[in-house]
């Protein structure tokens, strides 16, 4: 089954989907574990989101700061010969191709990636415990039933 890691700042977190599995054998364990388990999924895709946010701002600042550093370059070479003429189409497709955008788009799209995978993680593990919640209550209405049957016997 399928691992995904998570990264935000220096920590790395691992999100092992085989987690999601319900072992009937070992519903106790599960019941007791799966509020810490779907705190922790949570937290890793709240911090994800946080991620994100952060990359798009730092993204909208870079923007702004290459429209100013090329707008204040255009306003230097004024006058010079051989100037180019400097659109609001050319200042924004000099934007839209500066290798530091483009690098901060791609780490932007991956932190993207990374939320939805940690969004995906925290929906299954509320849907598992829906399912540990199914399976205690068949299991608690099964043993009712048999205990009824016993001492219909009796």
């Known amino acids: 089954m ?10 790395t977190y691992t999100i092992n989907f085989e987690e999601f599995l ?6 106790d364990d599960l019941l007791c574990r799966q509020p810490e388990d779907h705190g922790r999924y949570c937290r890793i895709a709240a911090l994800a989101k946080a991620k994100v ?3 798009e701002y ?16 255009k306003n230097k070479a004024k006058g ?20 530091t955008r483009l690098a901060k788009i791609n780490e932007l799209l991956e932190a993207k990636e990374q939320h939805e995978i940690a969004m995906a993680a925290r929906e299954a593990s509320a849907q598992k415990k829906d399912c540990l919640i199914s399976i205690g209550a068949n299991r ?3 043993y009712d039933s048999e205990l009824s049957i016993k001492s219909k016997k009796k």
């Not at 319900?22 to 519903?27: C, M, P, W």
């Not at 909208?60 to 429209?67: F, G, Q, S, V, Y």
Request: hydrophobic content about 40%.
């Open 58 to 73: 730092g993204l909208e600042e870079l923007e702004a700061n290459l429209d100013t550093a090329i707008r204040d370059a």
């Open 22 to 27: 319900i072992d009937e054998a070992n519903l």
């Open 2 to 11: 399928a691992k995904a890691k998570i990264v935000i700042g220096d920590k």
């Open 53 to 55: 946010e952060r990359l």
């Open 140 to 142: 608690r209405a099964q």
């Open 80 to 99: 010079k010969e051989g100037e180019e003429k400097l659109t609001e189409g050319r200042i924004k497709q000099l934007i839209i191709s500066n290798p």
